[in-house]
Nanobody, 116 residues
Framework: QVQLVESGGGLVQPGGSLRLSCAASGIIFSIHAMGWYRQAPGKQRELVATIGIFGSTNYADSVKGRFTISRDSAKKTTYLQMNSLKPEDTAVYYC??????????WGQGTQVTVSS
């Protein structure tokens, strides 16, 4: 059974930092591209960042220079380091894994709230 479990969300003040983690099980992690998406209230889910199986990365323009995605194959974990957080970063953050046959797996999400 495939499971992606996010953690690390919470309440942070503007300008602060958080690191999200996504622990994978039930998949061959090394052959799955991984990504972080987010969904704010009343808005569609949007891509935040992705990382390929060889480490290539892609970021939404709104987070470039502030967020960093990384992966640890030994721990089967994907990370999202978020710095200089803004209120508009407030959303539920989801982890997604995409296999070689384009099969997608989603985590349950973790809430990030940026507020003073």
């Amino acid at each position: 059974q495939v499971q992606l479990v996010e953690s690390g969300g919470g309440l942070v003040q503007p300008g602060g930092s958080l690191r999200l983690s996504c622990a994978a099980s039930g998949i061959i992690f090394s052959i799955h591209a991984m990504g972080w998406y987010r969904q704010a209230p009343g808005k569609q889910r949007e891509l935040v960042a992705t990382i390929g199986i060889f480490g290539s990365t892609n970021y939404a323009d709104s987070v470039k220079g502030r967020f960093t995605i990384s992966r640890d194959s030994a721990k089967k974990t994907t990370y999202l380091q978020m710095n200089s957080l803004k209120p508009e970063d407030t959303a539920v953050y989801y982890c997604k894994g995409t296999g070689p046959n384009r099969d997608d797996y989603w985590g349950q999400g973790t809430q990030v709230t940026v507020s003073s």
